[in-house]
């Protein structure tokens, strides 16, 4: 597919620019939103003629759920950057420009942003959601930076685009059938994403209630529960630690934690940095060498991991480390951390500078609600149960994300023909 030898796809096949795929002897098949000037916030209303901005097909899907609109004076004024159900609706400036979708059959017309472009596809020679398909494979793949201007935002240049090229079957009916194959995958993925977020709606309700605190439950300070509560020190780090810090994992180095290497339960070990062991056992209280739980202070603020491995880590500048002196309590604390009552604790604890941080002294003090060992043991089953269930949905997902981009390699250069 994408950055596959040419030649290498069937005879019959042919390379289309972006202008060649559009009606001929029609105007404003590829154009973008008015000029910033023509369409400002003066401009705005809350009813008439609805604005199509990049945002709504930044994840390769159209999604809009609340609008802007212009008056019909307005629109006239711009028809040139009309949009229509059944155009392809791209990002064209800003970090994801590129990004596209088509903009459902049934949606009314509407008029574009002016970080926003549209492709009318000639639909009686070509099928756009195959189109579609490629142009939003091109882009995740990092084909279109070379559509992308320099200046103080990454801008798809108009020029370069209409002339960008394409391979395509030679006939509708065979694009037809590739495009419905790959939309077939698509809402596979579609339906576990949304079964994926409806698990985790039910999880989030369920430890709602379920940590309500009752008669009987007991409070402890979380400090009073640790004998290690401790992050790096700004000089450690960069006096000792980030010298020694490497991008390649050895026999002598160990695994280098931050914050978004826990946003789940358990720690991603993969990691962008390594630190040597001869440097890590200089610092015992925050070498990852006992069952020990992670609390992110700075940047992703409130992410909440487990460390248990036989495998020796080291946490980063932005991770708090608690090491508990009954390390049994650590898996209801997560639990407690991560629920709604818990997040909405550790941000009361947060500080506001040109950062949002989290402060240790205030951590300390959060009280942590405890049922009897039983009720822990029951309810951390039910959360653990529930956890493996979006678990190995999340992983179904993921498997039918490589079986979609399988599909592409094979229907997108030819070597599987439909028809």
């Known amino acids: 597919m994408v950055g596959e030898n040419l030649d290498m796809r069937p005879n019959d096949w042919n390379d289309y620019s972006i202008e060649e795929l559009t009606p001929k002897n029609k105007q404003y098949n590829i154009v973008d939103g008015p000029f910033g000037s023509n369409l400002k916030t003066i401009h705005y209303r809350k009813s008439g003629i609805p604005i199509i901005t990049s945002g709504y097909v930044t994840d390769g899907k159209f999604f809009a759920k609340d609008y802007l609109y212009v008056d019909l004076v307005k629109f006239k004024q711009e028809r040139r950057s009309a949009v229509r159900g059944g155009d392809i609706v791209m990002a064209k400036i800003g970090e994801r420009c590129g990004a596209s979708a088509i ?28 189109i579609a398909q490629i142009l939003w494979q091109h882009h995740t793949v990092g084909n279109f930076e070379t559509l992308r201007t320099t200046g103080a935002q990454p801008a798809i240049s108009m020029a370069n685009l209409k002339k960008y090229r394409i391979p395509l079957p030679p006939t509708k009916a065979e694009q037809t059938a590739i495009a419905n194959a790959l939309n077939d995958a698509d809402a596979l993925i579609t339906a576990l994403e949304k079964l994926i977020a409806k698990k985790k709606v039910i999880k989030q309700g369920a430890m709602q209630e379920l940590l309500r605190p009752k008669a009987g439950w007991k409070v402890e300070k979380l400090g009073d ?28 180095t160990i695994p280098f934690i931050q914050n978004k290497d826990f946003n789940n339960k358990w720690i991603n070990f993969n990691t962008d940095h390594y630190i040597p062991k001869s440097v890590a056992i200089n610092f015992p209280r925050i070498l990852l060498n006992e069952k020990s739980l992670l609390i992110s202070i700075s940047g992703s603020v409130g992410n909440v991991g487990i460390y248990e491995s036989k495998e020796l880590a080291f946490i980063g500048g932005a991770v708090a480390i608690l090491k508990f002196k009954n390390p049994s309590l650590i898996d209801w604390v997560w639990i407690y951390l991560k629920s709604e009552r818990g997040q909405e604790k ?50 179904k997902l993921e498997k039918q994300k490589r079986i979609k981009q399988g599909m592409m390699q094979v229907l997108l250069t030819g070597k599987i023909r439909l028809v």
Not at 111 to 129: H, M, P, Q, V, Y
């Open 103 to 130: 903009m459902p059959e049934n949606h009314e017309e509407g008029i574009l942003s002016g970080n926003a472009l549209k492709i009318t596809i000639d639909e009686n020679r070509f099928s756009k959601e195959l």
């Open 225 to 252: 529960l640790t004998k290690v509560f401790t992050k790096q020190t700004g000089f450690d780090y960069t006096a000792y630690i980030k010298p020694s810090l490497v991008k390649t994992k050895t026999d002598e």
């Open 346 to 395: 550790l941000f009361g604890s947060t500080k506001s500078s040109s950062h949002v941080n989290l402060i240790l002294d205030d951590i300390r003090k959060l009280e942590i609600e405890f049922p009897n060992e039983i009720e822990q043991a029951r309810l951390a089953q039910i959360f653990t149960d529930m956890d493996s269930e979006i678990e190995a949905l999340e992983q």
